[in-house]
């Protein structure tokens, strides 16, 4: 199957990093309405759990602020509205607790009505600092013109405002892991604010700050998916791939913490094929790693270094009615530690550990090793790369890591009764490595920024030069 890379594809398959507020998008008269009570019951509903599973729901906002804002946005509801309705008006709220891995999943019903129209806007964009910028026009004979142009209006419609109003539907504290939610979703982001449209006329402007605008068809799902699809340049989507540079430099595209088992035939195979290459030097690339499992992560690290270590320093579970219930059904603790918690109902337990190792006695690789690392590094790939960090296990080089250090995870998900939009919450504090909170990312060794050069072709010139 190949992956795609356009804004509209990426939102349907990945909703959870978006929501929104906004009242432009009118669903058709047979959407299930929902009266103020039923409303009512599912902002209850939503904002106890909230507080009952999170660590440190309001960390980032104040405890009165936020329930300020919830009231006032629950009266202001006077009619029955619909599910997609709800998640307009309290997803911005949510967002604004700033933790990746809490959220509100946008509606099924609207994913639908994006995959059925048939005039969806037909570009893909770049966001950097506040600005959009022409990636794509997803018009077959369009495709490779105006990229990198300055987006200053969609249909009369300036990019600040374009922007604002997709940004705070966004979940995370980094505003660069924010902007790459917005890239990655502008599609439907986009058409959450602003109606579809038979025809789109974007205002661009090019380096040279001459201004002009150009008018383009909306098109269907079906039609956008196709042709990305048959896009010749477009690449078969791995989990991993392994794949031997020039100089006998051995690259490995880490893009996702996921299936543990797969992951370690692949380790075991890319590891063996270096071995018998004599091969000293190793890029792993996790700009592209939106997290998963952190057994992943370990099982890697365990492969190219020698000592003991932990991925996390501490890491604090809040005991909830809920989270018991889930660890007991799914049979992830122990008796023994399941009484522990039970007698520390609405508390919040923390664990700690010795660094040990958990998959192999030495690694199997022990050359020199360069993490690439950015602002779509998230969640269990941060805490790879907080552990190469602290334990200088590798360079890292790219940009600053989208997901926080020392941050909260590990999602918990239940459904709003009424609507039943799927809410996630973080149920742990994992504190990385060194046990510092920096409210930073993972920092690279080199950026990309000052270097003015792909982190790939960095780690590239390091290692050439320390071979000369």
Known sequence: MKKIFLACLSLVLSCIMISAPAYAYAENSTSKLYSKNEIAEDVKVLVDKLERIHPNLYFSIDKEAFNKQIHETLNEIQEPITE????????????????????????????????????????????????????????????????????????NKNSSKLYSEMIKYTFGKQSSFKETSVQRNFGILYHLDNDFKAFYEINLKDSTGN???????????????????????????????????????????????????????????SFQDMKEKGINDLIIDLRKNG???????????????????????????????????????????SKEEMLKFKNRLGQTYTFTSKATRSYTEKPVFHGNTYFLIGKNTFSSAVILSSMVKD??????????????????????????????????????????????????????????????????????????????
């Open 211 to 269: 201004e002009f605008k150009i008018t383009l068809q909306g098109k269907s799902f079906n039609y956008i998916k196709n042709l990305m699809t048959n896009t010749s340049n477009k690449k078969e989507y791995k989990l991993y791939e392994y794949k031997v540079l020039d100089n006998n430099i051995a690259l490995i595209n880490f893009n996702s913490c996921s299936d543990f088992e797969g992951f370690k035939k692949f380790l075991d195979t």
């Open 391 to 468: 334990y200088h296990i590798g360079y890292l080089i790219g940009e600053e890591t989208g997901g926080l250090a020392t941050h909260y995870g590990d999602i918990y998900n239940f459904n709003l009764p009424n609507t039943n939009l799927l809410v996630g919450v973080s149920h742990k504090h994992f504190a990385r490595p060194n046990g510092l909170d920096t409210h930073r990312g993972v920092l690279p060794d080199y950026y990309e920024k000052d270097l003015n050069k792909d982190a790939l072709y960095i780690a590239i010139d390091i290692i050439m030069s320390k071979r000369n």
């Open 84 to 155: 997609t309705e709800f998640f307009k008006r309290f997803a911005p709220i949510i967002s604004k607790i700033e933790d990746g891995h809490t959220f509100l999943k946008l509606p099924n019903s609207f994913i639908k009505k994006v995959t059925s129209t048939k005039n969806l806007i037909p570009i893909t964009v770049v966001v950097k600092n506040k600005k959009l910028y022409l990636n794509e026009i997803l018009i077959k004979a369009l495709k490779n013109q105006y990229q990198g142009y300055e987006i200053t209006a969609i249909n």
């Open 291 to 333: 997290g998963g499992s952190s057994k992943l992560a370990q099982l890697l690290v365990e492969y190219i270094y020698a000592g003991n270590y932990k991925p996390a320093s501490k890491v604090d579970i809040k005991i909830s009615k809920e989270i018991l219930d889930y660890y007991n059904s799914n049979q992830y603790i």
